[in-house]
Each structure stands twice: as C-alpha cells, then as structure tokens.
C-alpha cells in the first residue's frame, strides 16, 4: 500500500463477523451491549489505539481501526465479549486497508446486509462513529470514511429502489405469522421486548393484521407504555409475564438481554404456541422445543424469507455498486491528497524562509521600505507557487512518488516521515 500522512499505525484494519458464516448463537457471543462498546473504547484508549469504531448488530459486530496487527482489535473484541478467540477464527473475517474500506462501503448501503437493502446499520454506524469521536478515538481518516459511507448510502437509498417494498427482519416477522396462523386478528399476541427490532414488529403488526388483542410487557414499564400509547395498545407488568403467555397464541420475543429470558418452565400452556425470537443473542431457550405444543422460529430463518420484493431489489445492485464506486473514487482522491500534503507543507515554510529572509535584506537597503505591502506580495506568491505544485502532483499522467522525491531534493526538504494506510 502506498505511504499516506493519517496515522501513526501502520495498517486499517475491519474485523469481524456476520450473519453469513456465524449462526444466532455465536453472533451472540460476540454481541455488544452499550455497556460493552463503551468498555471496549476505554480498553482501546488505555491499549494506545488511534482511531476505532465499534458495531454491534443483530446480524454482525465488528471493528474498524488502526493498528499494528489486527490480533489487538480481535483481542479488544474477545475482552468485551463472552466470544473467544479461537470461536473467532473459525468465523470471523479480517480485511486490511482497501479491502476495509472497500468493506465498509458495501456495509454501510445495504449490499451486505442479511436483507438486501436493509439499511438500519447506517444509523448505527453514524452513532458508533460519533461515541468514537467524544472518546478522542476517531481521526481525520476515518471520520472522513464513514462520512463517504453515508454520502454512498444516502445516494443509493435516493438514486436506486434497492429498498423499496417493505422488506425487514420485522415485517418478515409479520408475513410469517400470515403464512403460519388462520384468522389472525382474533388470536392474542404478546409482544415482549420494546426494543427496536420489537418496536418494528409491533408497528407491522397493528398495521397489516388489524389485531386488537396485542399486548406489550417490558422489564421497564414506561418504554412499553410510550410504544402502546402511540399505538392503543395494553401494557401489563413483567411481572405477569407468566400469566400473559399462557394467554397468547403467539409470542414474540424481542429483548436486549444477553441470556435467554424465556425457557420452558415459564410455560405453563398446553393450547398451540407461535415463539418468534427476533433477539441477539437467543433470549429463548431452545428447551421450548422439548414441549409438544411450541413452534419457535428464530431471526434467522425470519432473515431468509425471499419473496418477489427482494428479487426486485436485486436488479439495482449494479447501479448501488456504480454509486459505492463513485464516491469511493472521491475519497480516493482526497486519500491521494493526503499523501503529499507534508511535501506541500515543508515547501511552503521553505518558500517562507526565502521570503522572510528577502524582506529583511530589502529592509536594511531601502528606507521607504513598505513592510506590508512587501510582505502581502511574498505571500501571495508562496500560494500561488504551492498551489501550482499541487495541481502539478494531482495529475494523473504522472508519477507522484517521482515528483515528491524531485521537489524534496531542488529544495532541500525535509519533512516528518508519513506511515502506511
């Protein structure tokens, strides 16, 4: 890779993993809470690394960083997690300087989510890089990345139909229980779990089933309320939560809990049971199954649903991949930038001391010397010189490693050594 004035670190690095060789559990085991992200960032400031950003989805987590050897990301990763290192290798992918960033390109528009043009990781990627930036972990580079990712996605969400219809982990959640359940809007659902995936659900629920048997039960009440509030719907308290299963017809589960909060023996029905688990990692124990009138379902298999909407979304992926290309090109551009921008720096105070040194020879010689006028002149010259070495080195046609190494020796330069991307 080409030498470039952004880090201290020698390399850029993207590791992780994601839904398509990590099954539901392993993904929980490297899922990470608030609390983890933010004790992975303080790791990461006490470990000396320069500019990180963390993401944790239902579908993937990982880190995008400078380092050394991607084993210190892979490590900070491990230390905040239940996953272990020797779960990661078996999974995990690591990508290093173009191919990370090439990576986070295809993340962040929705060509690598589970769902083609699922586009919730975007906002995500926005708040990770904003927490990096208030720990002092993000630098100029991969501030300037993650905003070329949302110029690309916000392009793409705008220019191209990738994702149109109602396509998402929430609303196939919605077509499965159609497909699944006769005379939807008389059966009673229990929605536990007021997080975002849940707030989606319950959102497809009311709007496509008409059902006004719906219930919500959150650990904090008041979320619950705020949501079914805005929908008219019945909050009762976790505490009931036994009671109201045995109620329901369908459950579905969508909690932030790192452990599994519905097993077996909390299930005190024998009529039919639908368990949809939308959470990660699995908040129901797969001990259910033990029981003969409980059908569960996990995001997963939700994940896989493909109807004729994801078949349409397909024929826009050449046009997303043009636009991914695009704005990549521009950040190329600015990368190149970046390369010679020490050389132009060190030119610049030379051209100063040449001038500076001029000024006071014409000083000592003329007694009406003009000190401003004098001094705007040199300036103004300095920039224009500067300038034109600039545009000279962004030409394609020629080779800038060539031309830096002919301007450093006529001049005589020196500048701080820059390290590799």
Not at 2 to 19: D, E, H, M, P, V
Not at 261 to 284: A, R
Not at 335 to 342: D, G, W
Request: some cysteine; aromatic content about 6%.
């Amino acid at each position: 890779m080409q030498k470039y004035n952004i880090s201290r670190s020698n390399y850029f690095y993207a590791i992780g993993l994601s839904y398509k060789k990590a099954d539901a559990e392993i993904r929980g085991h490297f899922s990470l809470d608030e609390d983890a992200k933010r004790a992975l960032l303080n790791q990461a400031k006490e470990n000396d690394i320069e500019s990180l950003v963390v993401t944790s989805t239902c579908n993937r987590t990982e880190i995008y960083g400078f380092a050394q050897h991607p084993f210190q990301l892979i490590q900070l990763l491990c230390d905040n997690t239940r996953g272990t290192i020797e779960e990661f290798q078996k999974v995990a992918y690591i990508y290093k300087n173009k191919d990370a960033i090439a990576h986070m390109f295809r993340v962040g528009s929705g060509l690598d989510s589970q769902i083609l043009g699922d586009f919730e990781i975007i906002s995500q990627l926005k708040s990770s890089a904003k927490a990096s930036k208030k720990n002092g972990l993000l630098n100029p580079f991969t501030e300037r990345l993650v905003n070329a990712v949302i110029q690309a996605s916000k392009r793409i969400k705008t220019e191209t139909n990738i994702s149109s219809g109602a396509t998402s982990v929430s609303f196939a959640s919605v077509q499965y229980i159609f497909n699944t359940i006769d005379n939807i809007s008389d059966k009673n659902i229990l929605l536990f779990g007021t997080g975002k995936i849940g707030r989606n659900t319950c959102e497809n629920l009311v709007k496509h089933t008409k059902n006004e048997h719906i219930t919500l039960i959150n650990r904090t009440k008041d979320k619950a309320e705020k949501i079914a509030g805005k929908f008219n719907l019945v909050v009762k308290d976790y505490a009931n939560l036994q009671e109201e299963i045995s109620k329901s017809d369908i459950l579905i589960v969508a909690t932030g809990a790192q452990h599994p909060t519905i097993d077996k023996h909390i299930i005190q029905t024998k009529k039919p049971l639908l368990i949809l688990d939308l959470s990660i990692p699995k908040n129901v124990d797969s001990n259910v199954e033990e029981l003969n009138n409980i059908s569960l379902v996990h995001l997963d298999h939700l994940s896989k649903i493909t109807d004729k909407t994801l078949e349409d979304r397909k024929k826009h992926i050449p046009l997303a991949e043009a636009i991914i290309e695009d704005v990549k090109s521009e950040f190329g551009d600015w990368l190149e930038t970046r390369k010679f921008a020490p050389t132009i720096k060190a030119l610049k105070h030379k051209l100063t001391d040449f001038a500076l040194a001029e000024l006071d020879i014409q000083r000592k010689k003329n007694t009406d010397f003009n000190e401003a006028q004098a001094t705007l002149i040199s300036n103004n010259i300095i920039q224009k010189i500067t300038n034109h070495f600039a545009h000279h080195l962004k030409d394609d046609n020629i080779s800038t490693d060539e031309s830096l190494e002919l301007i450093k020796k006529v001049f005589q330069l020196e500048e701080e050594t820059p390290t590799n991307v």
